[in-house]
């Protein structure tokens, strides 16, 4: 398997038809695999924003006060704002800002980006990830992951991940396959598209690269069960839930 980066991108701009861009820069294979950094689809689909667009609510001045105290630097009410309305749960508010997106990914700030965005204050992610992806591997031709870097629980560091993803399944299905000894697999249900994410991101980098579109060659899915299921569903999720009962103090 081989990851390479899309060289020659320019700054992308709302409106940009993006697939062509990547088309024009490499010759695809079907059985290629595009991760698209999320960060150049919002840009495309015009997802920057102003401050100014988000007039802060009592709720977000509280959330921004009480950030603003715990980080010794004032922290804008506006930004709280553009959270809330980016979230459909904020599960923390201190010591930062754990948000499920509409689109149900749970990540820090709801993902809005301030980073890589010459043009605005702020960068939204995507509406709806999947359709972005459906939309760029219909015209690419091969299946397309929409990534962000994120962090995690439990570790430092952040690593990519997938929002959305078209013309392949999100995890491969080991259940019912054998371990080296002929035990039968119980559990493994492997996050294929986060670990095609998590490679992209390491040709793509955080900073000034400019190298938003890796292509992985050579991986192939293969005959296996798949699934789309990776965002877990609220009632099944036990850390969500004990970070709802949880207060930083
Ligand atoms: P995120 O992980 O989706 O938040 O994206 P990052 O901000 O980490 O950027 C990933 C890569 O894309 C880095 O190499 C950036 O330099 C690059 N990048 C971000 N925006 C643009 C753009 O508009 N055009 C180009 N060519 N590269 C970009
Ligand atoms: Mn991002
Ligand atoms: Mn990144
Ligand atoms: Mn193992």
């Known amino acids: 398997m081989e990851v390479f980066a899309v060289p020659g991108l320019p700054e992308i701009r709302e409106g940009d038809d993006l697939a062509a861009l990547v088309a024009e820069r490499v010759d695809l294979r079907p059985d290629d695999v595009v991760c698209v950094a999320s960060t150049v689809v919002s840009k495309a689909e015009g997802r920057g924003a102003a401050l100014d667009d988000f007039p802060a609510s009592e709720r977000a001045h509280e959330v921004a006060r009480r950030l603003s105290e715990l980080a010794g630097e004032e922290k804008d009410p506006r930004f709280a704002q553009a959270i809330l309305e980016e979230s459909e749960e ?21 993902g809005i980006d301030q980073s890589n965005v010459p043009d605005h204050d702020l960068l ?17 031709g091969c299946p397309v992951v929409v990534t962000d870097t994120s962090g995690r629980p439990f570790r430092h560091g952040q690593r ?25 697999l119980g559990v493994t249900v492997q996050a294929v598209v986060d670990e095609l994410a998590g490679a992209a991101n390491l040709v793509t ?29 609220t009632d099944r999720d036990v850390v969500r839930s004990a970070l709802r009962e949880w207060t930083w103090t």
């Open 205 to 233: 980098g955080e900073g000034d690269g400019g190298t938003p579109v890796a292509v992985v060659r050579g991986f192939a899915f293969g005959d296996h069960e798949g699934s789309d299921l990776l965002f877990r569903s």
């Open 124 to 140: 939204l992610l995507p509406e709806d990830p999947t359709a972005s992806a459906e939309a760029l591997s219909g015209s690419l």
């Open 90 to 110: 904020v599960i923390l508010d201190a010591p930062f800002v754990l948000a499920v997106t509409r689109f149900g990914h749970i990540t820090v700030n709801a």
């Open 160 to 184: 990519g991940v997938a929002l959305g993803w078209a013309g392949m399944p999100a995890a491969r299905d080991w259940r019912g396959e054998s371990d080296r000894d002929g035990r039968e």
